[in-house]
């Protein structure tokens, strides 16, 4: 299997809620929400980066998708991590994530790798790294 990951998809128990965190709080560009003339197709579609999609989309559909039982959710399954080119911007992008209304779950700190970064949750509890690595800097 070549890696192919073209869409990464949150499960969100608020769609309407998880759009305005995403589209207005961090300022991520959409379209708004689409397929709601399907029962369980209303999505939300975010372009992050050339190839690269996110998706958010009400965990019960996931799971009538599925066919999976819709259960808890864990926070700590996954991380997605946003890279950015300095510490600065790190505080920058956690500062945006609090106005938003993200739960800040740990503040931007010195990692002991020799970054830094610091996580907050969306509306739905998902984890985001936001994170300065001196060996990963974006394009």
């Known amino acids: 299997m070549e890696p192919r990951v073209t869409?990464?998809?949150l499960g969100v128990d608020d769609l309407e809620a998880s759009l305005r965190f995403y589209r207005d709080g961090l300022g991520f560009a959409t379209d708004g929400i689409v397929g709601q003339e399907f029962e369980y197709g209303a999505?939300?579609?975010?372009?992050?980066?050339?190839?690269?999609?996110?998706?958010?989309w009400p965990r019960?559909?996931?799971?009538?998708?599925?066919?999976?039982?819709?259960?808890?959710?864990?926070?700590?399954?996954?991380?997605?991590?946003?890279?950015v080119a300095s510490k600065a911007e790190v505080d920058a992008v956690m500062g945006q994530a609090a106005v938003a209304g993200a739960a800040?779950?740990?503040a931007a700190h010195d990692?002991?790798?020799?970054?830094?970064s610091g996580y907050f949750q969306d509306p739905d509890g998902h984890l985001w790294e936001v994170v300065?690595?001196?060996?990963?800097?974006?394009?």
């Open 43 to 56: 999505v939300v579609f975010i372009d992050l980066q050339p190839g690269l999609r996110l998706a958010l």
């Open 60 to 83: 019960k559909s996931i799971a009538h998708d599925t066919g999976l039982t819709l259960s808890l959710s864990n926070a700590t399954e996954m991380t997605l991590g946003h890279n």
């Open 111 to 116: 990692t002991f790798w020799g970054g830094y």
């Open 104 to 106: 800040i779950v740990k």
């Open 7 to 9: 869409v990464i998809t």
């Open 132 to 139: 300065w690595n001196p060996a990963f800097l974006p394009q």
